[in-house]
């Protein structure tokens, strides 16, 4: 695959506050509006689709009304801490249509509603998943035990949860040899939150590894620069990689890592990937690039990194059966949306990562579990 030419691409993801600027100022208007009123407005909402029938239009009211308070609990239980009224003004028009149906079946139309509600706001977001990968090379040596590495991505620490103990926890089990993150410290809504900041600061100063912590910066607006560096100040476990190569040594296995910083723009960061494997890389070793989103693949691959290991697309978070992601903030779109690919000789995966999107977003995740990575690399047999 040869790289694309996204120089007249009218927007690169990632470089602004947010990919959908509208529908955050929409969403904190929507927020700000008093109780009784949002109140009045989904009543408006139910009578519609029901063409007033009042007995139906009031049904489908109360299920509207508890999708309020079951979002609006989510911070009050520790889940996540986002705004409750956007996502149920979303929810109440997704539905609306099914309120139109014969009356069982909108019945139970709205009872299934409710219940992935649930599932989606209170359950899948808490459940952090493992998976495991593994990846064979010739530029390693045969005999030598195989390079256990830890993939973790785009953490956006509201608050410290029962998802980040649960990552803090499985890490200390998995025992790996290197952690790996790939950027998005902290959520969009928080970059400036004291509070936040010392809940990551926790999170982070429980990854341990006998060959070291390496992480990149994520999306500018999110890992601004200005924030990071005292984010990691005295976490000196941890090595932040700036357009930087590291060796890693293990068991006399020479393995080079690269972490290049994100601008979401794949000319100016393919030319610092290329100065930087040209200058310090070896063609020879095995070699990891670490970087935020997957749109730098097919550069590197065509400059001969053997793994890149991305985030930024959270699988899409809320993902459809049999359809995926329904977006992922990437140049192409649904091609690297989550998981494993081969770009040539180059190994690709895609973490579905731990946070969630911020600012109005739903705090949601829907046959999207939050991902960490553990890999296995070895000798080719």
Same mark, same amino acid.
């Given at each position: 695959?040869?790289?694309?030419?996204?120089?007249?691409?009218? &927007?690169?993801?990632?470089?602004?506050?947010?990919?959908?600027?509208?529908?955050?100022?929409?969403?904190?208007?929507?927020?700000?509006?008093?109780?009784?009123?949002?109140?009045?407005?989904?009543?408006?909402?139910?009578?519609?689709?029901?063409?007033?029938?009042?007995?139906?239009?009031?049904?489908?009211?109360?299920?509207?009304?508890?999708?309020?308070?079951?979002?609006?609990?989510?911070?009050?239980?520790?889940?996540?801490?986002?705004?409750?009224?956007?996502?149920?003004?979303?929810?109440?028009?997704?539905?609306?249509?099914?309120?139109?149906?014969?009356?069982?079946?909108?019945?139970?139309?709205?009872?299934?509603?409710?219940?992935?509600?649930?599932?989606?706001?209170?359950?899948?977001?808490?459940?952090?998943?493992?998976? /495991?990968?593994?990846?064979?090379?010739?530029?390693?040596?045969?005999?030598?035990?195989?390079? /256990?590495?830890?993939?973790?991505?785009?953490?956006?620490?509201?608050?410290?949860?029962?998802?980040? /103990?649960?990552?803090?926890?499985?890490?200390?089990?998995?025992?790996?040899?290197?952690?790996?993150?790939?950027?998005?410290?902290?959520?969009?809504?928080?970059?400036?939150?004291?509070?936040?900041?010392?809940?990551? %600061?926790? +999170? $982070?100063?429980?990854?341990?590894?006998?060959?070291?912590?390496?992480?990149?910066?994520?999306?500018?607006?999110?890992?601004?620069?200005?924030? +990071?560096?005292?984010?990691?100040?005295?976490?000196?476990?941890?090595?932040?990689?700036?357009?930087?190569?590291?060796? $890693?040594?293990?068991?006399?296995? /020479?393995?080079?890592?690269?972490? +290049?910083?994100?601008?979401?723009?794949?000319?100016?960061?393919?030319?610092?990937?290329?100065?930087?494997?040209?200058?310090?890389?070896?063609?020879?070793?095995?070699?990891?690039?670490?970087?935020?989103?997957?749109? $730098?693949?097919?550069?590197?691959?065509?400059?001969?990194?053997?793994?890149?290991?991305?985030?930024?697309?959270?699988?899409?978070?809320?993902?459809?059966?049999?359809?995926?992601?329904?977006?992922?903030?990437?140049?192409?779109?649904?091609?690297?949306?989550?998981? &494993?690919?081969?770009?040539?000789?180059?190994?690709?995966?895609?973490? %579905?990562?731990?946070?969630?999107?911020?600012?109005?977003?739903?705090?949601? &995740?829907?046959?999207?579990?939050?991902?960490?990575?553990?890999?296995?690399?070895?000798?080719? &047999?």
């Amino acid at each position: 695959m040869s790289p694309q030419d996204f120089s007249r691409a009218p &927007r690169l993801p990632g470089t602004t506050a947010h990919p959908f600027d509208a529908l955050v100022r929409l969403a904190d208007l929507i927020e700000s509006l008093p109780a009784p009123i949002f109140a009045a407005l989904l009543f408006a909402l139910a009578l519609a689709p029901t063409l007033g029938d009042l007995p139906r239009a009031l049904g489908l009211l109360l299920f509207l009304l508890g999708d309020w308070w079951l979002i609006a609990r989510l911070p009050r239980a520790g889940k996540s801490f986002g705004p409750a009224k956007p996502p149920t003004l979303a929810l109440a028009l997704l539905r609306a249509p099914f309120a139109a149906l014969p009356l069982p079946l909108a019945a139970l139309a709205q009872l299934i509603g409710s219940a992935l509600v649930v599932y989606a706001f209170w359950i899948e977001p808490q459940r952090v998943h493992l998976t /495991r990968q593994s990846l064979q090379s010739p530029k390693l040596p045969r005999g030598a035990p195989p390079l /256990r590495v830890l993939h973790l991505s785009d953490l956006h620490v509201e608050r410290i949860t029962a998802r980040e /103990r649960q990552l803090v926890a499985r890490a200390r089990e998995l025992a790996p040899d290197a952690i790996l993150f790939s950027g998005d410290f902290l959520n969009l809504s928080n970059i400036h939150d004291p509070v936040a900041w010392e809940d990551a %600061r926790a +999170i $982070l100063r429980e990854l341990r590894a006998p060959l070291g912590v390496y992480v990149v910066t994520g999306s500018p607006p999110v890992d601004q620069p200005g924030i +990071i560096a005292p984010l990691l100040a005295g976490l000196d476990h941890i090595r932040w990689l700036r357009d930087e190569r590291v060796t $890693l040594d293990h068991a006399g296995q /020479r393995i080079d890592l690269i972490g +290049i910083t994100c601008t979401h723009d794949p000319e100016k960061d393919g030319a610092a990937l290329d100065e930087t494997l040209r200058v310090h890389g070896d063609p020879d070793d095995f070699t990891i690039l670490l970087y935020h989103t997957p749109d $730098l693949a097919p550069v590197a691959a065509a400059q001969g990194v053997d793994l890149q290991l991305s985030g930024h697309t959270h699988g899409g978070q809320v993902r459809l059966p049999f359809f995926g992601a329904l977006f992922t903030s990437s140049l192409y779109g649904k091609k690297f949306e989550a998981g &494993r690919y081969q770009v040539d000789a180059l190994t690709l995966y895609v973490s %579905r990562g731990i946070g969630m999107e911020g600012k109005g977003a739903p705090r949601a &995740r829907f046959l999207c579990p939050p991902e960490i990575v553990l890999w296995e690399i070895r000798a080719d &047999r």
